[in-house]
């Protein structure tokens, strides 16, 4: 540790370039992590406002102060805002990294460096995974953000999922709005992987702000993909295929039929026994009892039941999960927190009276859209439905942790509440796939 801090105390009597306004437009900002999928590596991304060269200096925890350096690729996006506004996208993978490891890095070229974070690698021989999960999470009034910030910055957090609606929206003021939500949240998704799925409010030029900011496994542009962390499956899709026909109705048969074969795969015999967890992140609920008259308000939601308006007519999601055995599928879009009981088909699967989580005859839903934006918090619907068995309006995100391959534990924070746990259950597994629903 000595020697790590004596490196960086040499480096920080380095000359500084002084400049007026403008700003620098080679310094780096708005840095995150994501995991590829690939054991041993993470993504660091960034932005500059003019071309430079897109490097990465690291080294492990207590080493000499960067010592290892990665070079990666920059791309040129154009937003399609009035002003045509020109942004470089900087991606640089960093390979052969050690699982239980913590690294050091600052990323950029010559003409402007990153300040200096850390991070562990994704482990995929991890037992207990740790998530926060949320989605929703605006600009203005992003009353999460501060808890957020101090928890991932304590080291006990292994990722984030990001479930979709991002800055409120990126694309306003010419991506202007974008820009400040990516510098908001550098202290949270530079430290750990911010893994996420597109929501309704990145929908503007076809979810260009979207796919050119994030760098998400796959070949996809971070609409869907799959990774793994410890026991768990981790998959994430895009509810807007169902909503926006006009960018083309190829998109939602496409991701079908790359859903169903991701969940073939994970359920073969050796993959479901390495990681029997099969968790689906995506944004706009198969159900939900807020009082919008949203689609998880109607018995026939586009995302749970499918449309019979596309030629032909296209798949809905809830017999595909249903019958690949998935345990649990988090959502957000509505602005609430609600637990729902076991569900299939409009009807509660409980695994008895008594323990209706331990040994479910159906999947699990989580809606966790609270975390704070502009648009503040949704309502409930007085009735709701027999499934519907807790809710919440407080701001707030969800703690997820997959204990086991039979234990998986969720708590909702309150931050309205002081960080208070309002809400936690226990899903206990025996089995997993679709004979357990039997």
């Known amino acids: ?45 960034w932005t500059t406002y003019n071309f430079t060269d897109s490097l990465v200096e690291y080294s492990p925890w207590g080493e000499i102060l960067y010592h290892k350096i990665a070079k990666g690729s920059v791309t040129l996006f154009v937003d399609s805002g009035s002003e045509k506004r020109k942004m470089f996208i900087h991606r640089v993978t960093l390979s052969d990294l050690k699982p239980g490891s913590r690294y050091v890095y600052h990323c950029g070229s010559g003409m402007g460096w990153s300040d200096m974070f850390w991070f562990k690698p994704i482990d995929e021989t991890s037992i207990q995974p740790a998530f926060a999960l949320y989605g929703d999470l605006g600009n203005e009034n992003p009353q999460s953000l501060a808890r957020l910030q101090k928890e991932t910055q304590l080291g006990i957090l292994d990722a984030i999922l990001h479930i979709g609606d991002f800055a409120y929206d990126m694309h306003e003021d010419n991506a202007r709005v974008g820009d400040e939500f990516m510098r908001q949240i550098q202290s949270i998704a530079a430290y750990v992987p911010y893994m996420t799925c597109p929501g309704n409010h990145e929908s503007a030029y076809n979810f260009s702000n979207y796919r050119n900011r994030f760098s998400m496994p796959g070949l996809t542009e971070s609409l869907w993909y799959s990774w793994n962390i410890g026991p768990v499956h981790i998959i994430s899709l895009s509810t807007e295929v169902y909503f926006y026909l006009k960018y083309g109705q190829k998109l939602l048969f496409r991701q079908y039929d790359w859903l169903k074969q991701d969940l073939e795969e994970a359920n073969k015999p050796e993959n479901r026994a390495a990681r029997p967890w099969i968790i689906t992140m995506g944004h706009r609920p198969m159900y939900c009892s807020d009082d919008d008259q949203d689609d998880c308000t109607k018995f026939d939601s586009f995302v749970r039941q499918g449309r019979n308006d596309t030629k032909p007519p296209s798949p809905g999601l809830e017999d595909l999960f249903y019958l690949h055995g998935v345990d649990l599928e988090l959502w957000a879009h509505e602005h609430t927190y609600e637990r729902l009981w076991p569900v299939y088909g409009d009807m509660v699967f409980n695994g008895s009276a008594e323990e209706p989580y331990t040994n479910p005859k159906a999947p699990v839903h989580i809606i966790t859209g609270s975390a704070g934006c502009r648009e503040k918090t949704d309502r409930f619907n007085p009735n709701p439905k027999g499934w519907s068995a807790f809710r919440s309006t407080d701001y707030g995100y969800t703690h997820m942790q997959v204990v086991n391959h039979t234990h998986l534990y969720l708590g909702q924070v309150s931050d309205d509440q002081s960080g208070k746990t309002i809400d936690s259950i226990w899903i206990i597994k025996d089995k997993h796939g679709y004979d357990a629903w039997l």
């Open 1 to 45: 540790m000595a020697t790590l801090y004596a490196a960086y105390a040499l480096l920080s009597f380095a000359p500084l370039l002084v400049v007026s306004d403008p700003p620098v437009l080679t310094q780096p900002e708005q840095v995150h992590l994501s995991y590829p999928g690939v054991p041993g590596s993470m993504v660091v991304t």
